[in-house]
């Protein structure tokens, strides 16, 4: 009886005590991290398509669909910032394959959300 009422009394101290605890990341740390995952996957697809000895147009279209296909479901890609990325994927690719004629223009077409016909 004494061992009930103690693991009993322990407990409910335990549980009193308790104080909620939040995440400590927010949104805009969630938001950089896919920004680079997403720059990342990018510029390795590419950077693979291009050994491979597919044209750089072919390759460019390819990671694009790649991308968008792997990342488009994720809730925050409507707050992932395209210019920013796209600069991001200009220095990840240029850093990966040393590939420097991508500019930023090539791509215009690159967005994560996939849009309705």
């Not at 920004?35 to 693979?48: G, H, L, P, Q």
């Amino acid at each position: 009886m004494k061992r009930l009422l103690i693991s009993f009394l322990i407990t409910a101290i335990i549980f009193c005590f308790a104080i909620p605890v939040k995440a400590t990341q927010n949104i805009d740390q969630k938001v950089s991290k896919l920004e680079s995952k997403v720059s990342r996957k990018f510029a390795k697809t590419y950077c693979n398509s291009t050994g491979f000895g597919i044209s750089n147009d072919g390759a460019l279209r390819f990671s694009l669909g790649e991308t968008k296909g792997e990342f488009s479901k994720n809730p925050l890609v409507e707050k992932v910032d395209l210019n920013r990325l796209k600069d991001q994927i200009l220095t990840d690719i240029a850093d990966t394959c040393y590939y420097f004629d991508l500019t930023k223009d090539d791509l215009d077409g690159f967005s994560l959300v996939y849009k309705p016909k």
